[in-house]
Structure formats: structure tokens, C-alpha cells
């Protein structure tokens, strides 16, 4: 069964750093080869998009996170990362990564979904 296990989340204070961990297990493709992202959901409001990457390497990010928020991805340890710094109050909000097959980081089929981390920022 394919599991997308995130980790790293906890609370901090505002101007904080967080690294998001989303480590998969029984993937059925090439770590290498996929497409992933990261997204969060608060509480009365939609998920968002936060980063994402493409199997080519190409990276983008949600303009609330732009210049706080590196995405990347350990392809030896099928495992993805987000690194926040400058943390914000309003970054407060469950995380979720997210994979798929093969795809670029504006379209990608995100098949399999991990089980959140929470985040919470105090100001």
C-alpha cells in the first residue's frame, strides 16, 4: 500500500523556520521521475497550493510563500521536502504533500496524498 508519511510540522514563533518531511513508502514509480507538491488547508478555508515540482526539476510557489519557501526532494530516499523560513502567522494550517507519476509543476496528476502536518505560527 502507498503510503506518503509528512513529518517536521510543530509550532513556532513568527520569523521561525520549518522543514517539511514527506517520505513515501511502496511508491510504484520512479521517485526521480515524479511530480510532487505541497499544499495546506486552514481551518474554514480552501486548500491552497504552496510549492510544487516538476519531474524535470522545475519548481514554483504560491506568491505567499515566494522568497520563504524552497521545495526539493531526496530522490535516493523517495522523500520530499519543504523548507519554510519567515515564518507568518497566517502560514498556520495543515500541510499535505502530494505525488504523481510524471508531470510538470503546473500540471501534475497527484494520485497519492499524505496525511497532513500541522503548522501553527504565533505571533
Known amino acids: 500500500q502507498v503510503q506518503l508519511v509528512e513529518s517536521g510540522g510543530g509550532s513556532v514563533q513568527a520569523g521561525g523556520s520549518l522543514t517539511l518531511s514527506c517520505a513515501a513508502s511502496a511508491y510504484p514509480y520512479t521517485w526521480s521521475s515524479g511530480c510532487m507538491g505541497w499544499f495546506r488547508q486552514a481551518p474554514g478555508k480552501e486548500r491552497e497550493r504552496v510549492a510544487s515540482?516538476?519531474?524535470?526539476?522545475?519548481?514554483d510557489y504560491a506568491e505567499s510563500v515566494k522568497g520563504r519557501a524552497t521545495i526539493s526532494k531526496d530522490n535516493a530516499k523517495n522523500t520530499l521536502y519543504l523548507q519554510m523560513n519567515s515564518l507568518k502567522p497566517e502560514d498556520t494550517a495543515m500541510y499535505y504533500c502530494?505525488?504523481?507519476?510524471?508531470?510538470?509543476?503546473?500540471?501534475?496528476?497527484?494520485?497519492?496524498w499524505g496525511q497532513g502536518t500541522q503548522v501553527t505560527v504565533s505571533s
Open positions: 502530494a505525488a504523481g507519476r510524471r508531470g510538470s509543476w503546473y500540471v501534475c496528476p497527484y494520485n497519492y
Open positions: 515540482i516538476g519531474s524535470d526539476g522545475s519548481t
